[in-house]
């Protein structure tokens, strides 16, 4: 399994950007799926992005399509989430995580390694 970290989050106003990372340990990074959740209070948590080993192939939820984009860095062992146009039911703990398979999976099944998560707050 591979150890994440993400950081990044904080309070915004509706409208605003923020950049999310998520750092990984080891050496292997490039052989995982990555991927972006998010647990909102009283709510599951659900799928929000996800990024293939060598970052061609992308997948989105509906409701970020078009304002959040993934990427990551084989290099620096990162995956990103930016984050635009913020909207106060954006707010949540946001959760990396990581899995091997070559599946975008877009449920929490199958992804083997989380990070702790980063809070996102979004005022209207």
């Known amino acids: 399994q591979v150890q994440l970290v993400e950081s990044g989050g904080g309070l915004v106003q509706a409208g605003g950007s923020l950049r999310l990372s998520c750092a990984a340990s080891?050496?292997?990074?490039?052989?995982?799926?990555m991927g972006w959740f998010r647990q909102a209070p009283g709510k599951e948590r659900e799928f929000v992005a996800a990024?293939?080993?060598?970052?061609?192939?992308?997948s989105y939820a509906a409701s970020v399509k078009g304002r959040f984009t993934i990427s990551r860095d084989n290099a620096k062992n990162t995956v990103y989430l930016q984050i635009n146009s913020l909207q106060p039911e954006d707010t949540a703990v946001y959760y990396c995580?990581?899995?091997?398979?070559?599946?975008?999976?877009?449920?929490?099944?199958?992804?083997?390694?989380w990070g702790q998560g980063t809070q996102v707050t979004v005022s209207s």
């Open positions: 080891g050496r292997t990074f490039s052989r995982y799926v």
């Open positions: 990024i293939s080993e060598s970052g061609l192939r992308t």
């Open positions: 995580a990581a899995r091997t398979g070559g599946v975008l999976a877009t449920t929490t099944l199958g992804w083997g390694s």
